[in-house]
Structures are given as C-alpha cells and as structure tokens.
C-alpha cells in the first residue's frame, strides 16, 4: 500500500489505538470517569494532528531557508523538542482544565503521555510496515 491510501490508513489506525489507549490512561491517572477522559483524548489528538501539520510546515518553511542542508541528529532533536513543547504548552492547561487537575498534575500526565507515545509510536511504526510493508521511499533497492 502507497501513497495517499497508506497516509490514512496509518492515521486513521495509529489516532484509534492512541484515543483508546490514552483515555484509559487518563482515566487511571487522573481518577475521571472513562467518558471524560475520552473527550480529553479525542482533543488531545486534534491538536496533536493539526499541531503536525501547523509546525511541520513552519519548520520545512525555516529548514529551507538553511545554508546547511539535510537533518543532523542535531536539527531532529531540535525538531522534535520543538513538536513536544508545544504540544505541552497545548494540552497541559487542556488537561488541568477538563479534568480537574494542578497544572503540575496535568504536567506530571502529559509527561507519562510523552513516554508512552514514544514506546507506542515506535511499536506501531513496527506492526504496520510488517503488515502493510515499506513505503516506497523507505524499499530496498531492487537488484
């Protein structure tokens, strides 16, 4: 599976399994109600796709206006501190505003949210390519 179809597939596969997974975790760590956990997930990962897009744009737009081409380990961990940071500033207040929770509560929870989506990410990125295959751009060379 290629191009846009994959694109939704993925999203669509990895935003489900993420609300499921992290409104249960909301709901445990935060002592709400299963419901309304769920409600801060599902604002959670609309600000957490538009936010994708908004500052993917925005740090394509600045990457390219760099005399230095390519991605250093040095700009990916720029960029990702960056993606993650305003994803805190988003939903910490978000959280402690649903939920009923401290900021530093809502913080604490964001930062166990960080963890797992970055064991989560890394085993669906896994499951999926073994069950849908590479993308093209990422294929081995044919001999």
């Not at 179809?5 to 499921?20: D, F, G």
């Amino acid at each position: 599976m290629q191009g846009l179809r994959r694109k939704v597939v993925y999203l669509t596969l990895y935003e489900a399994i993420a609300i499921v997974s992290s409104s249960a975790g909301l709901a445990l760590l935060s002592g709400s109600g299963m419901g309304h956990a769920s409600v801060a997930a599902v604002a959670a990962s609309v600000i957490a796709v538009v936010w994708n897009l908004v500052y993917n744009t925005l740090f394509e737009r600045w990457e390219a206006r760099q005399t230095t081409k390519g991605r250093s380990v040095l700009r990916r961990v720029v960029h990702a501190v960056g993606f993650e940071t305003g994803l805190v500033v988003t939903l910490v207040p978000l959280f402690a505003w649903w939920l009923g929770i401290t900021l530093w509560q809502a913080f604490v929870l964001d930062l166990g949210l960080i963890v797992f989506f970055l064991v989560y990410t890394f085993v669906f990125n896994l499951a999926f390519d073994r069950v849908f295959g590479l993308p093209a751009s990422a294929a081995p060379a044919q001999a």
